[in-house]
């Protein structure tokens, strides 16, 4: 009898199996741009990110830079042979089928390469300009449009499978998994925008011409806004009617919320997020209909991107730079703490002015005004940096700060902390104001809000109190 083969040399990790490349036409030929692995793919593969039943797997996944027309080359050595119901995992199949490649994808490298020899260098983004800036290399252009633009949609096909790869958690939207099509099918395409960041450069078969490269990209969804209806008159006007004609849903009230966000990685670390995330956060900000600009459950990279970008532009509006803890406030021990901000009672009006989404603007400003503690108890990272001595007025400032935040991380864990006793509620509240103390301090040394050195910067203790116990209650600031 046969000795049964060792399974585990027929297993490949998924992540490395994977390359992703951007490929440039020349007249030459394809010109490699860059190439690189994906964060996750247990999306596609599933939770072990394994893929059974080859030796030396490569999946070769290819995007022409311009127009991100993807192409996909597996290629092994041996291949297990199927013992009962052991066989191989189809790669093939399970890239068309969950991670929803167009089927263009899977065309010969032959017909890849000549068709991109002849799409030439007069091809521009989809949709409109947006915005143009310069870049530390390069010119840089924004591109917007929406789904309903048959080549937003096709392009919005074609690199949907980033997101899942290098966002987890993320997910497809508007995705026709059957072909590279370009018909729309979905009945809110004209509510999702996309926002395509692209890197242009002078072509390299014509320095007079202009090539584009793929760098990022964003989308934004439009949900209705409700506002409460005016007091209707005393006399009602029995004259009125229904307005004549259709109704163009883009003038109502949205609130309008950023989904997805990413920036391949070889892109990534010079800037570039910042800057297409303050585009699109200007261009909402000035959008008449929108009243409230939301993030998509973000992660922590973004959350910090999202952070500073806020304060910055925060500062830029005089009624928000002028906010600052009164120090005439009393607090005692027992009753209602008052107004802990000097001109707290415009705080709602700031906000509105500014659409940014409350537990944001409060974190933001929470930041804002601890940057402004004197430097006896502002909150810092390096424990080697000298302090001088508190006085009174300090220790009155900073308890004032102390409970602004907890005053926040109550009321949004509200019903946590009314299931446990109070001596653990008060711990559970020193707990996680700790981890928000030195969340904002490393955030301020790192984009130069404070004199701490940011290369010190380093992250302790988030928001939620991870280093908790997971057996104790846990509280978080999400």
């Given at each position: 009898?046969?000795?049964?083969?060792?399974?585990?040399?027929?297993?490949?990790?998924?992540?490395?199996?994977?390359?992703?490349?951007?490929?440039?036409?020349?007249p030459?030929?394809?010109?490699?741009?860059?190439?690189?692995?994906?964060?996750?793919?247990?999306?596609?593969?599933?939770?072990?990110?394994?893929?059974?039943?080859?030796?030396?797997?490569?999946?070769?996944?290819?995007?022409?830079?311009?127009?991100?027309?993807?192409?996909?080359?597996?290629?092994?050595?041996?291949?297990?042979?199927p013992?009962?119901?052991?066989?191989?995992?189809?790669?093939?199949?399970?890239?068309?089928?969950?991670?929803?490649?167009?089927?263009?994808a899977?065309?010969?490298?032959?017909?890849?390469?000549?068709?991109?020899?002849?799409?030439?260098?007069?091809?521009?983004?989809?949709?409109?300009?947006?915005?143009?800036?310069?870049?530390?290399?390069?010119?840089?252009?924004?591109?917007?449009?929406?789904?309903?633009?048959?080549?937003?949609?096709?392009?919005?096909?074609?690199?949907?499978?980033?997101?899942?790869?290098?966002?987890?958690?993320?997910?497809?939207?508007?995705?026709?998994?059957?072909?590279?099509?370009?018909?729309?099918?979905?009945?809110?395409?004209?509510?999702?925008?996309?926002?395509?960041?692209?890197?242009?450069?002078?072509?390299?078969?014509?320095?007079?011409?202009?090539?584009?490269?793929?760098?990022?990209?964003?989308?934004?969804?439009?949900?209705?806004?409700?506002?409460?209806?005016?007091?209707?008159?005393?006399?009602?006007?029995h004259?009125?009617?229904?307005?004549?004609?259709?109704?163009?849903?883009?003038?109502?009230?949205?609130?309008?919320?950023?989904?997805?966000f990413?920036?391949?990685?070889p892109?990534?670390?010079?800037?570039?997020?910042?800057?297409?995330?303050?585009?699109?956060?200007?261009?909402?900000?000035?959008?008449?209909?929108?009243?409230?600009?939301?993030?998509?459950?973000?992660?922590?990279?973004?959350?910090?991107?999202?952070?500073?970008?806020?304060?910055?532009?925060?500062?830029?509006?005089?009624?928000?730079?002028?906010?600052?803890?009164?120090?005439?406030?009393?607090?005692?021990?027992?009753?209602?703490?008052p107004?802990?901000?000097?001109?707290?009672?415009?705080?709602?009006?700031?906000?509105?002015?500014?659409k940014?989404?409350?537990?944001?603007?409060?974190?933001?400003?929470?930041?804002?005004v601890?940057?402004?503690?004197?430097?006896?108890?502002?909150p810092?990272?390096?424990?080697?940096?000298?302090?001088?001595?508190?006085?009174?007025?300090?220790r009155?400032?900073?308890?004032?700060?102390?409970?602004?935040?907890?005053?926040?991380?109550?009321?949004?864990?509200?019903?946590?902390?009314?299931?446990?006793?109070?001596?653990?509620?008060?711990?559970?509240?020193?707990?996680?104001?700790?981890?928000?103390?030195?969340?904002?301090?490393r955030?301020?040394?790192?984009?130069?809000?404070?004199?701490?050195?940011?290369?010190?910067?380093?992250?302790?203790?988030d928001?939620?109190?991870?280093?908790?116990?997971?057996?104790?209650?846990?509280m978080?600031?999400?």
């Open positions: 009898m046969a000795a049964l083969p060792d399974l585990e040399e027929w297993l490949a990790d998924s992540n490395t199996a994977l390359n992703i490349s951007l490929v440039s036409p020349t030459s030929g394809l010109q490699l741009i860059s190439t690189f692995n994906p964060s996750f793919t247990y999306p596609i593969f599933g939770e072990d990110e394994k893929i059974f039943g080859y030796k030396d797997l490569k999946i070769n996944l290819r995007y022409r830079a311009n127009d991100m027309r993807p192409h996909v080359q597996v290629s092994y050595s041996s291949k297990f042979k013992i009962g119901e052991t066989e191989p995992m189809d790669v093939e199949g399970m890239l068309k089928e969950d991670a929803q490649l167009p089927d263009i899977f065309g010969k490298a032959a017909d890849f390469e000549s068709n991109s020899q002849k799409l030439g260098d007069d091809w521009t983004p989809p949709g409109e300009l947006h915005a143009t800036f310069e870049g530390s290399d390069e010119t840089y252009e924004i591109w917007t449009g929406t789904l309903a633009d048959p080549a937003i949609k096709q392009l919005n096909n074609r690199i949907q499978l980033l997101i899942p790869l290098f966002i987890e958690g993320g997910s497809y939207i508007g995705q026709s998994s059957d072909s590279d099509s370009t018909e729309t099918e979905m009945p809110d395409a004209d509510r999702w925008t996309l926002f395509l960041l692209y890197r242009k450069q002078p072509s390299s078969a014509d320095p007079e011409k202009s090539s584009y490269v793929f760098v990022g990209y964003s989308t934004v969804y439009r949900f209705f806004y409700f506002q409460p209806p005016p007091t209707p008159p005393a006399s009602p006007n004259d009125w009617e229904l307005p004549q004609g259709d109704l163009d849903l883009a003038q109502l009230p949205c609130r309008t919320r950023l989904s997805q990413l920036i391949l990685p892109f990534q670390g010079s800037g570039l997020g910042a800057r297409l995330y303050k585009s699109i956060f200007e261009h909402y900000h000035k959008h008449p209909q929108t009243h409230e600009l939301t993030i998509e459950n973000p992660n922590e990279a973004f959350d910090e991107l999202r952070d500073a970008c806020d304060l910055k532009f925060l500062r830029t509006v005089p009624e928000f730079a002028a906010l600052r803890l009164n120090p005439e406030v009393k607090v005692g021990k027992k009753g209602l703490i107004q802990l901000i000097k001109g707290g009672e415009n705080l709602e009006a700031v906000r509105a002015k500014t940014i989404a409350p537990r944001q603007f409060a974190r933001v400003l929470e930041m804002h601890m940057s402004q503690l004197p430097d006896s108890v502002r810092r990272i390096d424990p080697d940096e000298n302090i001088p001595s508190k006085t009174a007025a300090d009155h400032l900073e308890r004032l700060w102390q409970l602004l935040v907890k005053q926040r991380l109550y009321r949004h864990n509200r019903d946590v902390l009314a299931q446990i006793e109070p001596s653990e509620r008060v711990e559970k509240l020193g707990e996680t104001l700790l981890g928000v103390e030195l969340e904002y301090a955030l301020l040394a790192a984009h130069g809000s404070v004199s701490v050195s940011a290369a010190k910067a380093k992250r302790k203790l928001d939620d109190a991870e280093s908790t116990s997971s057996k104790r209650t846990r978080d600031d999400e």
